[in-house]
């Protein structure tokens, strides 16, 4: 167990709908990363936030909003789900903002019907 | 742009066997990490090794090792005394700085079966 937690496990919802991802970091982090994971993709990083402030921005599409709250959870928005947002989506801790091992949640996958 | 190449999508090794995973990197950062994930059938990313670009000595822990060549750019992962439980996927990471903040960069993976 990282100690990172994500809800919910699983979620599926239909084309053209909106969900929104958590994600609690580690006790002690301040850093909270999103990746998507994806059969076509692979892993790619989306967003990082750091102590509530957006530091790092990946391949991140204008459907998709995060934000990081005062105690430090963070939450992924997906507006306008399409077939091809179906994956699983990890979020990531870590201490520091910069070069720090980064640990992963269990993930949320997400099926879009 | 970074780029991150593991050219094994599929490996065999026997139980209490060592297996070395390949992965070569390219970047024109002076300064980078590279880490290597376990991520088995149940889904979860799993933190194994990390190595800085400037550590002068190969990171270990426990049965993990990361085989680091700078100048041919590789960080391999050695796996000694292959278990059943190793059977997953591994990936080779290295980190994206920028001014502001960072990022892993992944490889496409390597599926390593551990068999009895």
């Known amino acids: 167990d990282s100690g990172v937690t994500q809800t919910p496990k699983h979620l599926i919802t239909a084309t053209g709908q909106r969900v929104t991802l958590r994600c609690s970091p580690r006790?002690?982090?301040?850093?909270v990363y999103w990746y998507q994971q994806s059969l076509d993709q692979g892993l790619q990083f989306l967003i990082q936030?750091?102590?509530?402030?957006?530091?790092a921005k990946g391949n991140i599409l204008e459907r998709f909003s995060a934000q990081q709250f005062p105690d430090l959870h963070s939450e992924l928005n997906l507006s306008s789900l399409e077939l091809g947002d179906s994956a699983l989506y990890f979020c990531?801790?870590?201490?520091?903002?910069?070069?720090?091992?980064?640990?992963f949640g269990p993930g949320t996958r997400l099926l879009v019907l | 742009a970074q780029k991150i190449t593991q050219t094994q999508p599929g490996m065999f090794v026997q139980e209490k066997e060592a297996v070395t995973l390949d992965c070569t990197y390219d970047?024109?950062?002076?300064?980078?990490?590279l880490f290597w994930y376990k991520q088995p059938s149940s889904g979860e990313m799993i933190f194994l090794i990390y190595?800085?670009?400037?550590?002068?000595q190969n990171a270990t822990e426990g049965r993990y090792s990361l085989n680091f060549q700078k100048a041919r750019k590789s960080a391999n992962l050695v796996i000694s005394a292959s278990q059943l439980g190793d059977s997953a996927m591994y990936f080779c990471?290295?980190?994206?700085?920028?001014?502001?903040?960072?990022?892993?960069?992944f490889g496409k993976g390597t599926s390593l079966l551990v068999t009895p």
């Open positions: 990531a801790s870590s201490v520091g903002p910069l070069d720090e091992t980064q640990y």
């Open positions: 006790s002690g982090d301040l850093s």
């Open positions: 936030y750091y102590n509530g402030e957006e530091r």
């Open positions: 190595q800085g670009s400037y550590d002068q």
């Open positions: 970047t024109s950062d002076p300064s980078y990490g």
């Open positions: 990471a290295m980190s994206r700085n920028s001014n502001s903040g960072y990022a892993l960069n």
